[in-house]
């Protein structure tokens, strides 16, 4: 708020000839201009909504850098998953045993990470600024358009990877998984040798 109340200050005063700026104290109009906001709950919440547009925007681009998700399936043969994302049925596809420990290494209660949860798909995805979403609305609805991918995703911390390529951008995150996680491997029908 006080970010917003001094850009707000400056840019009114500003509108004012300098004659009159100069006969009250910079620090004292802004103590008046402060005591009129709080007092005024039209401008205060104004200021607020302000503030939550640029905390959500900065919650936004730092999820981005410092959380990643991994996405899976449940269904294996399902065909817009294998052009989508299997580079037209040319890559393959890893089955994992859901069940495996690797998938439940939630640390608390309220824990968002490291942890496989089911993705909700409702008609209408919920509009809301990112300050007022908690890990659920953020990660696991989406709209019900994308129900065909049955997904589950696991969050993770991007700094907690194994591995780091730099060279493209965004750079991929790579995390190790104990191998007797992997149940099966599927290759496309259009795999190359």
Known sequence: MEENLESIVESKLAKFPIHIRDLMPRAQFQELVELYVKNNSEVFND??????????????EKSNKLIGVLSLTEKADN????????????????????????FNRKRSEKDEFYHLRK?????????????DMNGTDMFLLKSDIWEYEQEWRMCAVLLD?????????????LFNFPADLIEEVIIGVNAKD
């Open 47 to 60: 200021l607020m909504d302000k503030a939550k547009e640029q905390v959500s925007t900065v919650l936004s």
């Open 79 to 102: 065909l817009l998953m294998w052009s989508h994302y299997a580079e037209s049925h040319s890559g393959y596809c890893i089955g994992f045993k859901s069940n495996h420990s690797f």
């Open 119 to 131: 993705v909700k798909y409702l008609p209408r995805r919920p509009s809301k600024l990112m300050v």
């Open 161 to 173: 990877a194994d591995t780091i390529i730099n060279k493209i951008d965004p750079p991929v995150h």
